[in-house]
Antibody, heavy 118, light 110 residues
Framework: EMQLVESGGGLVKPGGSLRVSCAAS????????MNWVRQAPGKGLEWVSSISSSGRYRFYADSVKGRFTISRDNDKNSLYLQMDSLRVDDTAVYYC???????????WGRGTLVTVSS | QSVLTQPPSASGTPGQRVTISCSAS????????VHWYQQLPGTAPKLLIY???QRPSGVPDRFSGSKSGTSASLAISGLQSEDEAEYFC???????????FGGGTKLTVL
């Protein structure tokens, strides 16, 4: 069964750093654009970042630009999000999502919770 | 403030037909296709409708989508208790190079 499994979430202080990961299985990871989408507690969905299949192209939401870095390792079937200068309002469940050929998110992980608090 | 506007809540009784709207504040929806996601309580979102009106394999035909101009709609017919969830519309933003989501509609089955 195709699957995405996030890990690495936790509690971090404002200004701190954290790296979350997403492990893909049972599909050809290297051929898909991948994304991070977050959801603050009780709130809606917010697109965070995307990376092309080769890793050449990376895009970010204005709210995280300059603080977050998306990357991938196609040999390890893994996606990463390095989060620096974290703020309280970055607190959210972070989902990795596979992008289909028609720009929908056709496969989601279960998410990992990142809590930024002093 | 989402650029895609959805009603915050909707409700219906079992067997009824319910419609959830999604309207764009600009021409975003007009240019690109709309997708719908279902998020059951405590779970990750799941793709429900893609490219305005296409259902992924496994999604019942009780769910349908449509788009006209800068508005889109999700219709659920024969409402069931397991349809109680939050529903999000989304589209691709060419300038952002990413997705924009509606604020979500919480559907209650009475």
């Amino acid at each position: 069964e195709m699957q995405l499994v996030e890990s690495g979430g936790g509690l971090v202080k404002p200004g701190g750093s954290l790296r979350v990961s997403c492990a893909a299985s049972e599909f050809t990871f290297s051929t898909y654009t991948m994304n991070w989408v977050r959801q603050a507690p009780g709130k809606g969905l917010e697109w965070v970042s995307s990376i092309s299949s080769s890793g050449r192209y990376r895009f970010y939401a204005d709210s995280v630009k300059g603080r977050f870095t998306i990357s991938r390792d196609n040999d390890k079937n893994s996606l990463y999000l390095q989060m620096d200068s974290l703020r309280v309002d970055d607190t959210a469940v972070y989902y990795c999502a596979r992008e289909s050929g028609v720009t929908s998110a056709d496969l989601w992980g279960r998410g990992t919770l990142v809590t930024v608090s002093s | 403030q989402s650029v895609l506007t959805q009603p915050p809540s909707a409700s219906g009784t079992p067997g009824q037909r319910v419609t959830i709207s999604c309207s764009a504040s600009n021409s975003k929806i007009g240019r690109n296709t709309v997708h719908w996601y279902q998020q059951l309580p405590g779970t990750a979102p799941k793709l429900l409708i893609y490219s305005n009106n296409q259902r992924p394999s496994g999604v019942p035909d009780r769910f349908s989508g449509s788009k006209s101009g800068t508005s889109a709609s999700l219709a659920i017919s024969g409402l069931q208790s397991e349809d109680e969830a939050e529903y999000f519309c989304a589209t691709w933003d060419d300038s952002l190079k990413g997705w924009v989501f509606g604020g979500g509609t919480k559907l209650t089955v009475l």
